[in-house]
Every structure is written in structure tokens, then in C-alpha cells.
């Protein structure tokens, strides 16, 4: 069965194809020159603050249940995948791989914040 969180198996998801998908919607939309960093950016910021929303004003025991309500966890899974589409849409602008940026963000943690 395929839904909208399931892909088929003959197609996995990466995120050069995702990428692709959300260009070719803008495109076909007439949306680039919207499409600019800063707009980007505002735009990732208004989504990630909607996501907050929804934790807002959880207890940390409701905050760990809250995939538990099929409606919240519809509501969060909403928010994680607009967040999702504009930092890769801003990834695809700037032409940063968010793949190796987060690879090499790891890299210097572990530098920085050495096993005790």
C-alpha cells in the first residue's frame, strides 16, 4: 500500500530527487523569483515556528507522546516536511549539499566536543 509518507520500493527518496521536485513545482508555477535566500530563509523560519507551536505548551512526557494522536502527529509531520522543503529549497539556491554540510558539521563537533 502507498501513502503519502510510504514511496513505493521501486523508488527510493534522496535528496537530489526531492530537490528536483520542489524546483520542478516552483517552476511550473512561476515561483523563482520568489525563490530567493532571504525569502527562503523567512519563509524556513515561519514553518519551524509553526512546528514550535505545536510543542508549545506540551509537558516534556506530552512532548514524547505526541506522535501518540493521529491528528497532532498529522500536524507535526506537516511541519517537519514544510521545514524540510524550504531548507532544501534554500540548499538548491545556494548550491550547498545539506548532506556533506551536515556530514562536516559532525566532523568539527566531534572535534570540538571530545568523547570524556
Not at 80 to 101: K, N, R, T
Request: charged share 30%; with cysteine.
Amino acid at each position: 500500500m502507498t501513502d503519502s509518507l510510504h514511496q513505493p520500493p521501486h523508488e527510493p527518496l534522496d535528496v537530489a530527487k526531492l530537490q528536483r521536485r520542489l524546483a520542478d513545482f516552483a517552476a511550473a508555477r512561476d515561483w523563482q523569483p520568489y525563490h530567493t535566500p532571504k525569502n527562503l530563509v523567512a519563509a524556513l523560519s515561519v514553518e519551524a515556528s509553526e512546528l514550535v507551536e505545536i510543542f508549545q505548551w506540551l509537558t516534556p512526557e506530552e512532548s514524547a507522546r505526541v506522535m501518540d494522536d493521529p491528528d497532532t502527529a498529522h500536524r507535526v509531520t506537516d511541519e517537519v516536511a514544510d521545514v524540510l522543503a524550504y531548507l532544501l529549497q534554500l540548499c538548491e539556491v545556494l548550491g550547498i549539499d545539506p548532506l556533506a554540510a551536515l556530514d562536516a558539521k559532525i566532523d568539527r563537533n566531534e572535534r570540538r566536543f571530545p568523547r570524556p
